[in-house]
């Protein structure tokens, strides 16, 4: 079945510096790929997403990128502040089955 | 636009009772979601249902899980009998149908099994 793995599991960073995460999903049909945050005791929130057809998309401060070819997908935050830190997900998503699956998580800390 | 709605937000219960969540989604979205999140790890589906239909509970451990979607709108998650490995959280998404595959998220229920 669908797998997706999420590097790295842990990242600090210092205030004002870029975090990068990646994953990297198996299954080729999938075309729909979300970043969720997630505060402690909080359900996971969207941040930005992408489809199979574009590349990359950004808004503000944070980016996505799609390489279809090598089926891995990146989450950039630039200019991090202490207010990004918190638990980030990938998940991949074929059309059709809205079925998500996600990875196993990123736990950011940005450093002040 | 009110988001979706979960309670209750903590449960503590001891091994072999029973337990419910209750989940109510955002206003027209006709699919619903229960996800189970073991500390540490990602959401993992258990069912999905569409309008009051199921979709997919493959992940359903359906010996002791049960879920039901009455009228299409709000849905229940019951527990029955517990077990320690059942400690997680209960996280309920919803999504439009058409139009999009977006998920949104409740709060959560944190449920303690001793």
């Known amino acids: 079945g669908e797998n997706v793995e999420q590097h790295p599991s842990t990242l600090s960073v210092q205030e004002g510096d870029s975090a990068v995460i990646k994953c990297t999903y198996s299954?080729?049909?999938?075309?729909?790929f979300p970043w969720y945050k997630q505060e402690l005791g909080k359900g996971p929130q969207l941040i930005i997403d992408?489809?199979?057809?574009?590349g990359e998309k950004k808004d503000q401060r944070i980016a996505v990128t799609l390489n279809k070819t090598a089926k891995h997908f990146s989450l950039h935050i630039t200019e991090t502040q202490p207010e990004d830190s918190a638990v980030y997900f990938c998940?991949?998503?074929?059309?059709?089955?809205?079925?998500?699956?996600f990875g196993t998580g990123t736990r950011l800390k940005v450093l002040a | 636009e009110a988001g979706v709605a979960q309670s209750p937000r903590y449960k503590i219960i001891e091994k072999r009772q029973s337990v419910a969540f209750w989940c109510n989604p955002i206003?027209?979205?006709?699919?619903l979601y229960w996800y189970q999140q073991i500390l540490g790890q990602g959401p993992k589906l258990l069912i999905q249902?569409?309008?009051?239909?199921?979709?997919?509970d493959s992940q359903l451990p359906k010996d002791r899980f049960s879920a039901e979607r009455l009228k299409g709108v709000d849905s229940t998650l019951k527990i029955q009998p517990a077990k320690l490995e059942d400690s997680a959280v209960y996280l309920c998404?919803?999504?439009?149908?058409?139009?999009?595959?977006?998920?949104?998220f409740g709060p959560g229920t944190r449920l303690l099994v001793l």
């Open positions: 998404a919803s999504s439009l149908l058409a139009g999009g595959e977006t998920q949104y």
């Open positions: 299954d080729s049909a999938s075309n729909y």
């Open positions: 992408i489809r199979s057809n574009v």
């Open positions: 998940a991949a998503s074929t059309s059709g089955t809205y079925k998500y699956i």
């Open positions: 206003s027209g979205h006709a699919t």
């Open positions: 249902f569409q309008n009051n239909g199921v979709v997919d």
